[in-house]
Structure formats: C-alpha cells, structure tokens
C-alpha cells in the first residue's frame, strides 16, 4: 500500500507508527525545500537512511559524535579514490573495525530520521516494496524505540527555546562568570561552542558554522548559558531595519541602472525608428553570457527592464555577493548598449548620453548618500565612468 501526505496534518510518529504496525516494507520520501530524506523499511522495521543534507554525511556525524576527529577526516577524505566509501577507507587506515563502522552507521540513520522531527511541515510518500540502494549496509531499528527519543527531543527543544535568546542576538563570553572553579563542568561540545563563539557572535552565525547539528549546539549554548559562561551582548539592529536599508539600495540600484538603460533605449529608438527595437534586443541577445544573473525575461518587448523583476532578482541573490553580481553585471550590460550607441549612432551623441549618465548617477546618489557611502557605490561609478 502506497501513501503520501503532508507532515502539518499527519505527524510523523503516525506515519511510522502505521509502518510498524502493518509491517510494511518499501521507502518513506520525505521533503521540504531542498531538503530530502528517505527511509527504508522492511517488515516495518527501519533498516536504512539517506538525506541530501551536508550535515547528515556520515563523516559528519561521525565529527558530531567526537569519534574522529575533522583533521583526521579531512586527510582520509583527500585520499578518496574511485568512489570508495568512506567507512571502508577508515577501516583500511585502522581508525574503525568493521564492526565499529557497521555501529556508526546505524547511529547515522538514527540522526537523519531525528532530525525529521523538528519538522513543522514537509511532503512525504510512501513506496510500498523499493529497496534500499544496492551498496548499502542494512541495520534494523524499532522506529517505536526512534519515536520515543524524537518525541524526547521534541520536548527537550521546547525547554531550549525558554533559556535560548532571538537568533539577532551576539553572544559573548562572560569576563567574571559568578562561579567557583570546581563548579565548572563542561562537556566536549560545550567547549567547541566557545571556541566557535571566540570574542563574540550572533546565535545564527553560530549554528551556521558549527559543524555539530542545530539541536546538540543549541543544547551546549543553552548549557553555557544556564552555568553563567555566556552572556547576551546585544542584539543587532532589528530585522526589520535591516530589511529596509537593503530595500533602499535596492531601489538606488535599480534608479541608477533602469533609469539609464531606459533613457539609453528611448534615445535609440528616437534615432533609429523600428530599428532601434531590434538593436535593443539584438544587444542583449549577444551579450547576454556576460551576465549571467540577468535573464531575457528581464527585458520586456519594449525594451524596458521591469522594476519588479529586478527587485525579485536582487532578493535570489546570496546576501554576501549581492552587490557585486548587481553591478558587475548591469555594468556590462550598460557598456554594451554605450558601445552599441557609439557604433551606430556616432561619436556626438554617444558623449551627450555619456554626460547625462554621469549626472543622471550624481543625482540619484545625492538622493539617498547614506546608503551610497556605505556600500562605496559613488567611487564604483565614478570609476566606471571615467574609464570609458
């Protein structure tokens, strides 16, 4: 029997709960986003895992679980050959029996379906009789026994949540913790969370760079909390702010080069006629592998870039390298109908647009310097400009 729904109105103990009992065999899929997880089963018993999730690779949660260390991963990672497993290559260096790797690997599936369970929402389906890959190796876990610990968990993040600040705020280490030194006990985890936390850092960037997963992180940060080791310093300005200032130069960038793609555009076709759409176009069609970011669809039948469209492109792009692929790329698409105009329409006009540009930008820039300076957009088109 096949089956498939969605974890906000069936949970996932009563999935498994009737995989058990039925003793079904076949794989669970279950996704959300990007993220996927399948599970195997067999007479209802859980035999075998696998997720698309970095965290979940089995040299990870061999990592998490302090039983190699990531140097040491590392080097038997670089040696990799030929598609070799990793558990086989640790038992040719020594560092596992088979047995050992054989124990991992079922503390492996043990985290992937755990980490199913702070899961508000996700399709899943059922495949009645699909085998498990063909390499792998097979356990055979009671998912009642993994409902009882995920249920735990459950429970235990809820405590987590009242001791833990919002992910805005920086944690630093205490200078004067109020304790004796024979009252401190920390664990191994405990420790890397403060390694990791340094002279201080915001709770996300934490659970970003910690190589141990959400939980057992927020476990040692909620610990060092509570034993007076870690303090709140501040949280950073709200997200709300945030949000704002990057709609802000988003709607800077967007007066800057709409604006003067525009008018570079109406000039064309004020010169050219029914020409001057077909060179728009014909410009972009040519050019277009120098920017990769920008899509056709950007550009309408009339040769205009739509405000929305650019605003959706800006907010896809990953935060660090947003406003360089912007300008990299608008900028190639800028110089290309310069050189365009130039070519076809001469030498006098394409000064005249060239002039305007520069104080079209000067302009817009005054409008909001704050946000220009931040970001060093006036020296960026200062440059820009001068070089042509």
């Not at 560092?95 to 399709?123: A, H, N, P």
Request: proline share 2%; net charge neutral.
């Amino acid at each position: 029997m096949s089956f498939a729904g969605n974890l906000n109105t069936v949970s996932l103990p009563d999935v498994f709960q009737l995989i058990f009992t039925s003793k079904m065999t076949g794989a669970l899929k279950i996704t959300k986003d990007k993220d996927e997880k399948n599970i195997y089963f067999k007479s209802g018993m859980l035999i075998f895992a696998t997720s698309n999730d970095s965290q979940d690779l089995f040299g990870n949660i061999l990592v998490k679980k302090g039983r190699i260390s990531r140097e040491d991963l590392n080097k038997v990672i670089a040696g990799q050959q030929g598609g070799k497993k990793i558990g086989a290559m640790l038992v040719e260096k020594n560092l596992f029996t088979r047995e050992e790797i054989i124990e991992c690997l079922k503390m492996q599936i043990e985290e992937i379906v755990y980490s199913l369970f702070g899961w508000k929402d996700g399709l899943f389906e059922f495949i009645q009789d699909k085998s498990a890959p063909s390499d792998a190796i097979l356990s055979e876990l009671n998912p009642m026994n993994i409902i009882m610990e995920g249920t735990r968990r459950i429970d235990e993040w809820e405590e987590l949540k009242k001791i833990l600040p919002p992910d805005n705020t920086i944690l630093e280490l205490a200078r004067d913790p109020a304790f004796k030194t024979e009252q401190i006990n920390l664990s191994k985890n405990e420790i890397v969370m403060m390694a990791l936390i340094g002279s201080g850092k915001m709770v996300s960037k934490i659970i970003e760079e910690s190589y141990l997963d959400r939980f057992i992180t927020c476990k040692a940060l909620a610990n060092l909390l509570q034993q007076g080791l870690l303090r709140p310093a501040k949280e950073v300005v709200e997200e709300k702010s945030v949000e704002m200032e990057q709609k802000a130069l988003a709607e800077l960038l967007a007066q800057i080069y709409l604006g003067n793609l525009n008018y570079i555009f109406e000039n064309i076709k004020e010169k050219l006629g029914g020409k001057g759409h077909k060179m728009i176009s014909e410009t972009f069609q040519m050019n277009k592998n120098y920017y990769p970011n920008l899509d056709k669809n950007f550009i309408g039948d009339d040769g205009k870039i739509r405000f929305d469209y650019f605003l959706e492109m800006y907010k896809k792009l990953p935060d660090e390298a947003r406003i360089w692929k912007i300008v990299s790329n608008f900028n190639s698409l800028l110089n290309d109908y310069l050189n365009a105009v130039n070519k076809s329409l001469g030498g006098k006009i394409y000064k005249r647009l060239l002039s305007e540009i520069r104080i079209n930008i000067h302009n817009i820039i005054n409008q909001n310097r704050q946000i220009s300076v931040k970001y060093g957009l006036e020296e960026e088109f200062t440059r820009i400009l001068r070089d042509r």
